[in-house]
T-cell receptor, first 113, second 111 residues
Framework: KNQVEQSPQSLIILEGKNCTLQ??????????LRWYKQDTGRGPVSLTI?????NTKSNGRYTATLDADTKQSSLHITASQLSDSASYIC????????????FGTGTQLKVEL | ETGVTQTPRHLVMGMTNKKSLKCEQH?????MYWYKQSAKKPLELMFV???????ENNSVPSRFSPECPNSSHLFLHLHTLQPEDSALYLC??????????FGPGTRLTVL
């Protein structure tokens, strides 16, 4: 069964600090992995996408890594801002045609002053 | 207006009511999706429409009835819902198997 597990479930950090969110997956065959940011009361918005051959991808202060051998990904947020407070969802797409996505439960991040 | 829009944003309904959720995409996509998002659970795919034909129905109860009249519009008709159906209902669209773009969701509360 395809699964995506994220940790931690929730996280509180001070503004300006860095943090790293983790994602482990058992999706086969693997096509790509995305990190989404979901603000409260909004739909998810894609931050990064990585395919099998990509190890790292950056989008401003967000840097995602992928280890396809261990089936792990991380999302590193640098110099956090209050606006980073949101749920971060790891989503893995299975290959073989179609658009079958497996979602993690998300990490709820709160950035405080 | 651009992107994916959903109305209403919030809905409270009794178990005997009939209501509809509406989704509209302005991205020229050819596939649309309904998802259910409950607290502390992953997004659950409910229905997929590709080129206006339903291509996937993930064992969703018949009290949820989707409708896709054209490639830009998607509806979710609701009737005789249960309190456990309370959740955030998200619509998404994509061009084939490319990235899915999500709407803001409808927060549904069933009393």
């Amino acid at each position: 069964k395809n699964q995506v597990e994220q940790s931690p479930q929730s996280l509180i950090i001070l503004e300006g600090k860095n943090c790293t969110l983790q994602c482990n997956y058992t999706v086969s065959p693997f096509s790509n992995l995305r990190w989404y940011k979901q603000d409260t009361g909004r739909g998810p918005v894609s931050l990064t996408i990585m395919t099998f051959s990509e190890n790292t991808k950056s989008n401003g202060r967000y840097t995602a890594t992928l280890d396809a051998d261990t089936k792990q990904s991380s999302l590193h947020i640098t110099a956090s801002q209050l606006s980073d407070s949101a749920s971060y969802i790891c989503v893995v797409s299975a290959g073989g045609g179609g658009n079958k996505l497996t979602f993690g439960t998300g990490t709820q991040l709160k950035v405080e002053l | 207006e651009t992107g994916v829009t959903q109305t209403p944003r919030h809905l409270v309904m009794g178990m005997t009511n009939k209501k509809s959720l509406k989704c509209e995409q302005h991205l020229g996509h050819n596939a649309m999706y309904w998802y259910k998002q409950s607290a502390k659970k992953p997004l659950e795919l409910m229905f997929v429409y590709s080129l206006e034909e339903r291509v996937e129905n993930n064992s969703v109860p018949s009290r949820f009835s989707p409708e896709c009249p054209n490639s830009s519009h998607l509806f979710l008709h609701l009737h005789t819902l249960q309190p456990e159906d309370s959740a955030l209902y998200l619509c998404a669209s994509s061009h084939g198997a490319a990235e899915q773009f999500f709407g803001p969701g409808t927060r549904l509360t069933v009393l």
